[in-house]
C-alpha cells in the first residue's frame, strides 16, 4: 500500500519561503509523477504542479511558476515543494499525491488522477 | 483554457435519497474527468477516475458517466458517511489538473 506522509505545519511572515516535504513509502518512487495541491481555508482545490521523479522534470501551474520549486530525492523518496515570497494569500492546507504515469506528460496535456494523497502540510503566513 | 463548473455548490439531502452532481467544461476534454471526495479536516479521496472507472475500495453506490463536456456523479443511495464536499477534476488540458468549485453535500 502506497503511503505519504507529510511534514508538520509551518508558520512564516510574508516575503519568506517554505520548504514541505512529502515521503512515500510502499511503491517504486520514481514509477510515478508527485503532484503537488493548495487548499485555502473554506476554498476549494488548486494545482500547483509536479514533478517526475525520475528525472526530476517539473510542470508549474502558471499562477505559480514564479514561486515555486518541486524537487525528488531518490535516495529517500522523498518529495519537496519550495513557495517563495510567501504573502498572506499563501495560508492554506498544501497536499501532495501521487499519479500514475499515462503515456506522455508535457505542460499542454497530461493525463491521470491523483491517489493516494498525504495528510497535509498547514502553512501560515502571518506577520 | 478550460473552465469548469459544478452544479448544484450545495445540496441538502437525507440517508438513501438518489443524489446527482454535475460537472461541466468549457471545452471537450474525451473522458478526462476524476471525481474525489473530501470531508472536513481530511485529505481528497479519489472515488471515479477516467469518467466512469470506480477507483478499487469505494462502495458501488457511487458511479460516473459522461464524455466530452458534460459529466455526472451518482450516489445511488445516499449513506451517512457521504456528507462531504465532492470535487471534479481534468486532466486534458491547461490549466491543467483544474477542479471544479466543489459541491457541498449535507444532511437535510
Known amino acids: 500500500e502506497v503511503q505519504l506522509l507529510q511534514s508538520g505545519a509551518e508558520v512564516r511572515k510574508p516575503g519568506a519561503t517554505v520548504k514541505i516535504s512529502c515521503k512515500i513509502s510502499?511503491?517504486?518512487?520514481?514509477?510515478?509523477?508527485i503532484h503537488w495541491v493548495q487548499q485555502a481555508p473554506g476554498k476549494g482545490l488548486e494545482w500547483l504542479g509536479l514533478?517526475?521523479?525520475?528525472?526530476?522534470?517539473?510542470i508549474y501551474a502558471e499562477k505559480f511558476q514564479d514561486r515555486v520549486t518541486m524537487t525528488a530525492d531518490t535516495s529517500t523518496n522523498t518529495a519537496y515543494m519550495e513557495l517563495s515570497s510567501l504573502r498572506s494569500e499563501d495560508t492554506a492546507v498544501y497536499y501532495c499525491?501521487?499519479?500514475?504515469?499515462?503515456?506522455?506528460?508535457?505542460?499542454?496535456?497530461?493525463?491521470?488522477?491523483?491517489?493516494?494523497w498525504g495528510q497535509g502540510t498547514v502553512v501560515t503566513v502571518s506577520s | 483554457d478550460i473552465q469548469m463548473t459544478q452544479s448544484p455548490s450545495s445540496l441538502s439531502s437525507s440517508v438513501g435519497d438518489r443524489v446527482t452532481i454535475t460537472c461541466r467544461t468549457s471545452?471537450?476534454?474525451?473522458?478526462?474527468l476524476n471525481w474525489y471526495q473530501q470531508k472536513p479536516g481530511k485529505a481528497p479521496k479519489l472515488l471515479i477516475y477516467?469518467?466512469?472507472n470506480l477507483q478499487r475500495g469505494v462502495p458501488s453506490r457511487f458511479s460516473g458517466s459522461g464524455f466530452g463536456t458534460d459529466f455526472t456523479l451518482t450516489i445511488s443511495s445516499l449513506q451517512p458517511e457521504d456528507f462531504a464536499t465532492y470535487y471534479c477534476?481534468?486532466?486534458?488540458?491547461?490549466?491543467?489538473?483544474?477542479f471544479g468549485p466543489g459541491t457541498k453535500v449535507d444532511i437535510k
Open positions: 510502499g511503491n517504486t518512487f520514481t514509477d510515478y509523477y
Open positions: 471545452q471537450s476534454i474525451g473522458s478526462y
Open positions: 477534476q481534468q486532466s486534458y488540458s491547461p490549466p491543467l489538473f483544474s
Open positions: 499525491a501521487t499519479a500514475v504515469r499515462l503515456g506522455y506528460c508535457g505542460s499542454d496535456t497530461c493525463h491521470g488522477w491523483f491517489d493516494p
Open positions: 477516467a469518467a466512469s
Open positions: 514533478v517526475d521523479p525520475e528525472d526530476g522534470d517539473t
